[in-house]
């Protein structure tokens, strides 16, 4: 099956880099370019593309804004892509929102070419957390600058877990793979995604990075104490 993508970046060399990178594999397909958000969004309405790369910083409209938009669209509109973001840097507080607003991940600019190609692939199978240390440690560093005093329903939402859902979630913040959870825990990887699957749908999460910041507002785990 092609992977459909979007590319969306102010900078007129780094979308004809990208794409001329994707568009030599065979498994994906460019379906269309845009220099900002705005521009961005109305594209992907009409390419409904099944992964959108998305610049943070942009002129007119700001990845994060388009992300919003395209992960929460208006009544009407049922196409809604997995998004990707893009940055320059490692840290980036407009990164942590997209996450939250359910960005399937980011990936820095100047990531090597095959980090680019199979980041796509592992998006569009729906492997949400990219690289789960890396972004566990941008969420904590994110915290660690503007700590968040525990969400009250945030914490009452963690009460519908089991004990073991919950102790799959603190694994997950601490930025272990599945693989790593099954041995942890010592049961399959099969398991270990059930369980994934029942905290995602308890807690009305779209994915692994949201469970990252959920596990993080919510107080179950602290900067500092993964």
Same mark, same amino acid.
Request: hydrophobic share 50%; aromatic share 4%.
């Given at each position: 099956? =092609?992977?459909? /993508?979007?590319?969306?970046?102010?900078?007129?060399?780094?979308?004809?880099?990208?794409?001329?990178?994707?568009?030599?594999?065979?498994?994906?397909? /460019?379906?269309?370019?845009?220099?900002?958000?705005?521009?961005?969004?109305?594209?992907?309405?009409?390419?409904?593309?099944?992964?959108? %790369?998305?610049?943070?910083?942009?002129?007119?409209?700001?990845?994060?804004?388009?992300?919003?938009?395209?992960?929460?669209?208006?009544?009407? /509109?049922?196409?809604?892509?997995?998004? %990707?973001?893009?940055?320059?840097?490692?840290?980036?507080?407009?990164?942590?929102?997209?996450?939250?607003?359910?960005?399937?991940?980011?990936?820095?600019? *100047?990531?090597?070419?095959?980090?680019?190609?199979?980041?796509?692939?592992?998006?569009?199978?729906? *492997?949400?957390?990219?690289?789960?240390?890396?972004?566990?440690?941008?969420?904590?560093?994110?915290?660690?600058?503007?700590?968040?005093?525990?969400?009250?329903?945030?914490? %009452?939402?963690?009460?519908?877990?089991?004990?073991?859902? =919950?102790?799959?979630?603190?694994?997950?913040?601490?930025?272990?793979?599945?693989?790593?959870?099954?041995?942890? %825990?010592?049961?399959?990887?099969?398991?270990?995604?059930?369980?994934?699957?029942?905290?995602?749908?308890?807690?009305?999460?779209?994915?692994?990075?949201?469970?990252?910041?959920?596990?993080?507002?919510?107080?179950?785990?602290?900067?500092?104490?993964?």
């Amino acid at each position: 099956m =092609t992977i459909r /993508v979007l590319i969306v970046d102010d900078q007129a060399m780094v979308r004809a880099g990208f794409a001329a990178l994707l568009a030599a594999q065979s498994d994906i397909d /460019v379906v269309g370019e845009a220099p900002d958000g705005r521009q961005g969004i109305a594209v992907s309405r009409t390419a409904r593309p099944d992964v959108v %790369l998305m610049d943070v910083r942009m002129p007119e409209m700001d990845g994060l804004a388009a992300a919003r938009e395209l992960l929460s669209p208006p009544v009407g /509109v049922s196409h809604r892509p997995k998004v %990707l973001m893009l940055t320059t840097f490692d840290v980036d507080d407009y990164v942590y929102e997209a996450l939250r607003a359910g960005a399937s991940g980011f990936l820095l600019k *100047d990531a090597p070419p095959a980090d680019l190609i199979s980041a796509v692939r592992v998006v569009a199978a729906g *492997d949400a957390l990219l690289a789960p240390s890396v972004t566990r440690r941008l969420i904590a560093d994110f915290a660690r600058q503007r700590p968040v005093a525990p969400a009250g329903g945030a914490a %009452l939402r963690l009460k519908g877990l089991t004990p073991r859902e =919950t102790e799959v979630l603190e694994l997950i913040a601490r930025g272990l793979s599945n693989q790593e959870i099954a041995a942890e %825990l010592v049961v399959a990887e099969q398991t270990v995604k059930t369980h994934i699957g029942k905290v995602l749908a308890k807690l009305g999460l779209r994915d692994r990075a949201q469970a990252v910041i959920f596990a993080y507002e919510s107080g179950l785990v602290a900067p500092g104490g993964v």
